[in-house]
């Protein structure tokens, strides 16, 4: 089965930038797409289809995709954006919809 | 505006069945895929499952395959699934996700969550 792996951590300070990767075979192939859950909530829809950003998502998200990496960039970063962020593919091989391992976002 | 509003928490005992209900509404129901998504405590999201709201196309997870069952009852617009042969390690909090799209596409609406516990 098709395998997203993510870092677990991932620490900024306020007003710097945050990268979070998510490593897939040929994942520049797939659609990614990326969540944002914070405690006791349920995930939040925060960049689709590698790049785009839903209505009411800052500008500060924004998404990339090439190769073995997609990454999501977390510009400017507010006490707000502190949370668990998972990617996610649909992998045709198998037919089956992937999430990442996911990763926390700790402001420091 | 768009809305899933899950059932209620449920606590079943290991070898029980449970069925959680998602209750759409604000778009035309039957023009959109529902997806399960499950949480354990402290772990991360697993897609379980996906059923066409315009057909009943069904499509689980290979882990969960014989376990589970999803369906959906258009007139009340609303999304089901059924879980059986509760263990322990289903323990988590359940999520309905509208697939917003075609095939590839994400999940751009998600409901509440509902908890189910299993123990004895």
């Known amino acids: 089965s098709y395998v997203l792996t993510q870092p677990p951590s991932v620490s900024v300070a306020p007003g710097k930038t945050a990268r979070i990767t998510c490593g897939g075979n040929?994942?520049?192939?797939?659609?990614v797409h990326w969540y944002q859950q914070k405690p006791g909530q349920a995930p939040v829809l925060v960049i689709y289809?590698?790049?785009d950003r839903p209505s009411g998502i800052p500008e500060r998200f924004s998404g990339s995709n090439s190769g073995n990496t997609a990454t999501l960039t977390i510009s400017r970063v507010e006490a707000g954006d502190e949370a668990d962020y998972y990617c996610?593919?649909?992998?045709?091989?198998?037919?089956?919809?992937?999430f990442g391992t996911g990763t926390k976002v700790t402001v420091l | 505006q768009v809305q899933l509003v899950q059932s209620g928490a449920e606590v079943k005992k290991p070898g029980a069945s449970v069925k959680v209900s998602c209750k759409a509404s604000?778009?035309?129901?039957?023009?959109?895929?529902i997806s399960w998504v499950r949480q354990a405590p402290g772990q991360g999201l697993e897609w379980m499952g996906w059923?066409?709201?315009?057909?009943?196309?069904?499509n689980y997870a290979q882990k969960l395959q014989g376990r589970v069952t999803m369906t959906t009852d258009t007139s009340t617009s609303t999304a089901y699934m059924e879980l059986r042969s509760l263990r322990s390690d289903d323990t988590a909090v359940y999520y309905c996700?509208?697939?917003?799209?075609?095939?590839?596409?994400?999940?751009?609406?998600w409901g509440q969550g509902t908890l189910v516990t299993v123990s004895s």
């Open positions: 996700a509208r697939l917003y799209g075609v095939t590839t596409g994400p999940f751009d609406y």
């Open positions: 604000g778009y035309t129901f039957t023009s959109y895929g």
């Open positions: 059923i066409s709201a315009y057909n009943g196309n069904t």
């Open positions: 040929n994942i520049g192939s797939k659609s």
């Open positions: 289809y590698d790049s």
């Open positions: 996610q593919v649909w992998d045709s091989s198998s037919d089956q919809r992937v």
